[in-house]
């Protein structure tokens, strides 16, 4: 099979990167799958498929943030059980300064 790489913006908006990824790495390095993300403003309400619930505020520069853009190590949730196919396309996912999408279709934007 052939990898696809997918390149985004190193600055793009950090709740449209949880919507289109549906990932959610935990402090403990644990990546969860995102089951439902509900965004009010500049917060979103999290939940895992191993039915953890949270809240997120949108950073660019959030611990999550810089995780999910330069891959640190991380287990994935054996609760959560993220499928193969998930993973690969997370590690396939480039982020980039001056190129890449900025993901603008993947939420309504009233903005
Ligand atoms: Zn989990």
Known sequence: MEEKKRYYRKRV??????????????????LHGIKTINIVGNQAWITT???ETFT?????????????????????????????????????????QSFGSDLKDTVNDKS
């Open 49 to 51: 498929h191993c039915n």
């Open 56 to 96: 997120a505020y949108n950073s660019k520069n959030s611990r999550a943030a810089r995780f999910l853009r330069n891959k640190w190590d991380y287990e994935p949730c054996r609760i959560c059980r993220i499928p193969s196919w998930k993973l690969e396309k997370y590690k396939s996912t480039r982020f980039n």
């Open 13 to 30: 908006d950090f709740f449209r990167l949880l919507l289109k990824m549906k990932l959610w790495p935990s402090r403990k390095k644990i």
